[in-house]
């Protein structure tokens, strides 16, 4: 997964790779989602991510924003109206907190993108209502919100930072193996539901080490 | 104009289908179906979409409100990206129903063809969550169930001295027709007692409520007790006569 080793600030450039990287990454796994949410949901999540960071694509070649706020914005939107299932309106909300919290700003500072994550990451709980251990994407994006926050108030880079929070999300999303899921279509399958990863979790992991590489840092 | 409602459903076969039935008892209602995601091929596929949430929302808008109604979990999330979207002004004018999407959908449409206002339509969904269970079909045994036959409606019945809610009129009816107090017909019986001035009990159920009275499950040869009190608790019982004799004009 070579998606970038382009080193440097986090610009709207960096905001477009990471875009790229994502877009490619999901393709990669795309079967990979499939799986794991045909085993407990309705096995479109692959399909449907694979689908909607395409449009993403088609999206950022036509239009070149200038922030990365304006870049994650153009996601937010694109997400919404071609994903489909459920992470349609939650990456959607993600991507538009995660783009609020960074306003006109230039160059996410390290902060920056531990506020950037922790807002993506209220959001999606916000709209999905699910709290840690519910089997579902939050237990990715909470240990990632916590790891960067911990990392930038350590001092480390912006990419430092992203990579820890890429390290935390796939550790939480190995984690939601054993876990009995409580939201979704998955919940409808009770204990059945345990004994994989769940999908959500799982693309978080992803979308987090693209935003990593794309800044260069180190994804364990 | 009526309050209109957008129907969000994952399959657009669905919400086509639920606007379809909910129509036939609310020909004036603006209801708009936007069920379904695109597929970038210009299809349809399995899913919800943001932007047809947000067109059928406009499209629903222009009478006295908007009240949205969806099915699984995702609808629910991306109806609400779109209220928070919305400006202020035009999102006080919208509501999304916490509902069963095809009780609440026929019971709104019903409430918004008697012209009732945005939050009544809202209840009459969100009321509508109880799906007909079979075990409860004949629980209702009135005074009047146990003499069937038709009873003249007398203004002042008994027990109507000292009413707070003013006149009281009973009557009991047979129902004539085959298919009995079906849909079409409770329907008819919800929007005109809608109009009246009378609070209105049909078998001990609300007779404004279309999802109740075909609740009630009452087939052909069963009787329909009306009690009604109120200043138009005469013509609520008249209305009630008028229709269920008639066999609501479907063959007997």
């Given at each position: 997964m070579s998606v970038a080793d382009a080193t440097g600030p986090l610009d709207a450039a960096w905001a477009v790779r990471w875009m790229r990287g994502t877009a490619q990454v999901v393709a990669e796994n795309r079967a990979l989602l499939i799986d794991l949410d045909r085993a407990?949901?309705?096995?479109?999540?692959?399909?449907?991510?694979?689908?909607?960071?395409?449009?993403?694509?088609?999206?950022?070649?036509?239009?070149?924003?200038?922030?990365?706020?304006?870049?994650?914005?153009?996601?937010?939107?694109?997400?919404?109206?071609?994903?489909?299932?459920?992470?349609?309106?939650?990456?959607?909300?993600?991507?538009?907190?995660?783009?609020?919290?960074?306003?006109?700003?230039?160059?996410?500072?390290?902060?920056?993108?531990?506020?950037?994550?922790?807002?993506?990451?209220?959001?999606?709980?916000?709209?999905?209502?699910?709290?840690?251990?519910?089997k579902t994407m939050v237990d990715a994006w909470t240990p990632a919100s916590e790891a960067a926050e911990t990392a930038a108030q350590a001092g480390a880079t912006a990419p430092e930072v992203l990579a820890a929070a890429a390290n935390a999300a796939h550790a939480g999303a190995v984690a939601t193996e054993p876990l009995i899921a409580r939201k979704g279509r998955a919940s409808y399958l009770g204990e059945r539901s345990a004994g994989h990863q769940d999908p959500g979790a799982v693309s978080t992991a992803l979308i987090l080490q693209a935003a990593a590489e794309a800044a260069g840092g180190e994804v364990a | 104009m009526s309050v209109g409602l957008v129907i969000v459903s994952h399959s657009r076969k669905i919400a086509e289908g639920v606007v379809e039935l909910a129509a036939q008892m609310a020909p004036d209602v603006v209801l708009v179906a936007a069920g379904g995601a695109d597929d970038g091929e210009g299809r349809s596929r399995i899913g919800t979409s943001f932007e047809r949430v947000q067109e059928g929302i406009d499209k629903a808008s222009g009478g006295d409100g908007v009240v949205i109604l969806t099915d699984l979990g995702s609808a629910v999330m991306t109806a609400e990206m779109v209220l928070e979207f919305l400006e202020p002004e035009a999102r006080d004018g919208v509501r999304l129903a916490e509902a069963a999407l095809v009780e609440g959908a026929v019971a709104a449409a019903v409430q918004a063809q008697g012209g009732s206002s945005?939050?009544?339509?809202?209840?009459?969904?969100?009321?509508?969550?109880?799906?007909?269970?079979?075990?409860?079909?004949?629980?209702?045994?009135?005074?009047?169930?146990?003499?069937?036959?038709?009873?003249?409606?007398?203004?002042?019945?008994?027990?109507?001295?000292?009413?707070?809610?003013?006149?009281?009129?009973?009557?009991?009816?047979?129902?004539?027709?085959?298919?009995?107090?079906?849909a079409r017909p409770a329907a008819t019986l919800a929007t005109g007692l809608l109009e009246?001035?009378?609070?209105?009990?049909?078998?001990?159920?609300?007779?404004?409520?279309?999802?109740?009275?075909?609740?009630?499950?009452?087939?052909?040869?069963?009787?329909?007790?009306?009690?009604?009190?109120?200043?138009?608790a005469q013509a609520a019982v008249d209305f009630v006569a008028q229709a269920v004799e008639s066999g609501f004009g479907e063959p007997s």
């Open positions: 407990i949901g309705d096995a479109d999540h692959g399909e449907n991510l694979d689908r909607g960071f395409g449009a993403v694509l088609l999206k950022l070649d036509g239009d070149a924003p200038e922030t990365p706020a304006a870049v994650l914005k153009l996601v937010a939107m694109t997400l919404m109206s071609t994903v489909g299932g459920a992470a349609g309106p939650l990456y959607g909300t993600a991507f538009l907190r995660a783009a609020t919290s960074l306003g006109d700003t230039g160059t996410v500072d390290p902060a920056g993108v531990a506020g950037m994550i922790a807002a993506a990451r209220d959001g999606i709980v916000a709209r999905g209502k699910a709290e840690v251990g519910d | 945005l939050d009544e339509v809202l209840r009459a969904a969100e009321n509508a969550v109880v799906s007909i269970r079979p075990e409860e079909l004949e629980p209702f045994v009135s005074h009047a169930a146990a003499a069937p036959g038709r009873e003249e409606a007398r203004p002042e019945g008994p027990g109507a001295a000292g009413s707070a809610a003013g006149p009281v009129a009973t009557g009991s009816f047979v129902l004539p027709n085959q298919m009995g107090l079906h009246l001035d009378a609070e209105v009990t049909v078998n001990g159920v609300d007779g404004t409520s279309v999802m109740l009275l075909m609740s009630l499950g009452l087939g052909q040869g069963r009787t329909v007790d009306v009690e009604a009190s109120g200043p138009d």
